[in-house]
């Protein structure tokens, strides 16, 4: 298993695994792909952290570091998009994604990560509370826009 943030030659290795998140297809590959792509490549605050198993991406998460005029004006990090391909799962590989994660937020002093889930999988739940998080502090509201 490596663990490392992804690379501009990654981006349909993560797409095709995105094809496990919501059922997300592969986008064609247009000039508006490869402009998202190259922004989120340049922002520094905007970290996809994978893990690679037989030379292929088989976990991810994406780490945003958001500055912040509270606490210090100490940031803090959203964790997003956390998936492993279905025949890799239980095996550890989104947790090391997730520690990756967690140290690039320490090293950028941030003083929390937010990390939401749409599921309700109590296995699911117990994976992320597993893994440092916890659903007693604060309660997640979102407005979807269409």
């Known amino acids: 298993m490596k663990i490392r943030e992804i690379t501009n030659e990654d981006l ?8 496990q998140l919501h059922d ?3 986008p064609e590959n247009t000039p508006e792909l490869q402009a998202l792509w190259n ?4 922002d520094p605050n905007h970290h996809i952290i994978a893990a690679e198993e037989e030379g292929r991406i088989v976990s991810s998460c994406v780490l945003l570091v ?15 998009n956390v998936v492993t391909a279905e025949k890799y799962r239980g095996r550890g590989f989104a947790t090391a994604c997730l520690a ?5 937020a320490e090293n950028q002093n941030c003083y929390k990560i937010m990390l939401l889930t749409g599921s309700k ?3 699911t739940l117990n994976f992320y509370r597993k893994a440092g998080y916890n659903s007693n502090d604060k309660t997640a ?5 269409s």
Do not use: K, V
């Open 12 to 19: 349909f290795g993560l797409l095709e695994l995105y094809t």
């Open 24 to 26: 997300n297809p592969i």
């Open 39 to 42: 922004r989120i490549q340049q």
């Open 66 to 80: 958001i500055p912040n005029l509270t606490h210090g004006q100490r940031p803090y990090a959203l964790i997003e």
């Open 100 to 104: 990756y994660a967690r140290q690039i």
């Open 121 to 123: 999988e109590e296995s």
């Open 141 to 145: 509201m979102i407005q979807w826009l």
